[in-house]
């Protein structure tokens, strides 16, 4: 083995001392409940087809499930513009659906997060219709944002912030005689409102909220837009008003990571340890925070507040050895460093699928570079200290579908901005079960229903029933990592330490000794480790690391 670098890259853990701390190394599966399996033959997944899908996941190896939105809505965002928060809507099925998931889940030893939305609510919410009805002034427009608009007769928004999807961040209102009235704010969309959090009365909402999805028996919640909610209470101008359309370089200060946020964590991470102290349980908060640095991620989740929050830099890291090696590094130090562990994640709802962001270029990815990467990087991300989060579909390899007609797309970026630059349908076309066609298994094929969006012929080489009986596929490397994780103490919480490598080469030791390298580069190199791999991402003839290739060494246990 090569000299290492010092010892103390990361942190010890505090986790010896608590007796549930489950979360600290889980890796939990993200289900895009629309599109992961329909059980009705309607063309859209549902809480049922959940529900039958449990035992896949359990063989496949995960610690729990995240739920996206189910919750009653008009979908103008799938889900993520709510209209009542304690319901399901009809097309995914009703409470006592969820409740049969919710058993069927801890049944098979899993953990089931939900999706909350606290930052925005849907148009159709009996909140926000309640305050388009009242007067201006009234304390139900209190709940939202509302102001007069600026120059002659308030013709103009009442501030220059632009939205997320595109377009103003302000849309008017209308009288019930017709005439115009105050403007209201939508960060997103015209049809989620954003809450006001300075109004008490919405805080003491969505606490009751907490509480009638944990006395369901959820394990937790990931919380949308964790790094909103506050905005800067005077609504000034901003200097970029265009930063939050551009979204991945950029966000409006003065809309998001406001301080009063941390508040809200607080008050949310006491409510989860009444419930936690009931039955030992842990009943998990892990944010979706967008900030500029890890030092202010970090500030998220001290133990007072969120138990995780998800770090997105490796998700949008260049296939590159200093930038991978920089960004842990960095994550190590700041978050590991608070006593929470750092959530990775590689991919989710809102990217472009890591096999063709790996790809890095049109028509590269028919090379199967795009395919090797990815793999290298989750078995990266599964050695890595902390918790990780997996999006239906990687464990399949599947692309990106980057030809949808643009009648089929639904995203709400398309159809305010016209552009296909952001659209996020791609990375939500239902998954391939089993076949040669679609639907795929996905629906009932007899039912006539086609999928919400449609499948590419190319799905069949990704379906499930293939990737189960390959075991070179993207499922069995997942499924082996995922067995190794459980079972090497090395791995999972703890801490890291670099090994010496040569350029476009990462190697991390774990624990007494087993070893991960990945090289990035685009020849092989020697391996860092002599002997026979426990794992790769590739075959490692003896004493080789080959491009684009992970690997695994230990002498401590045995393969799988």
Partial sequence: MLSTLPAGTGHPSPSATTPDSWWRDAVIYQVYVRSFLDSTGDGIGDLAGVRAGLPYLRKLGVDGIWLSPFYPSPQHDHGYDVADYCGVDPVYGDLDEFDRLVADAHRLGLKLLLDIVPNHCSSEHPWFREALAAEPGSPLRSRFHFAPGRGPEGTQPPNNWRAMFGGPAWSRTTGPDGTPGEWYLHLFTPEQPDWNWRDPAVGVEFERVLRFWLDRGVDGFRIDVAAGLFKHPDLPDSDDPGADERARDSVNQLAWNQPEVHGVWRRWRTVCEEYSARDGRTRLLVGEV?????????????????????????????????????????????????????????????????VTRYAGEPGVEGSGLGAARARAAALLMLALPGAAYVYQGEELGLPEVLDLPDEVLTDPIWHRTGSRKRVRDGCRVPLPWSGHASPFGFSQAEAGAKPWLPQPEWFAEHATDRALADTRSFWHLYREGLQLRRSLPQLGDGTLRWLETPPQVLAIVRGDGLVCAVNFGTEAVPAPVAGTPLLASAPCPDGVLPAATAAWWTSECPAP
């Fill in 290 to 354: 967008s900030v500029p640095t890890a030092r202010e991620h970090a500030e998220y989740v001290r133990p007072d507040r969120l138990h995780q929050a998800f770090f997105f830099d490796l998700l949008s890291a260049p296939w590159d050895a200093d930038a991978f090696r920089s960004t842990i590094t960095v994550a190590m130090r700041d978050i590991a460093g608070t006593g929470s562990t750092v959530t990775w994640v590689l991919n989710n709802h809102d990217q472009v699928r890591t």
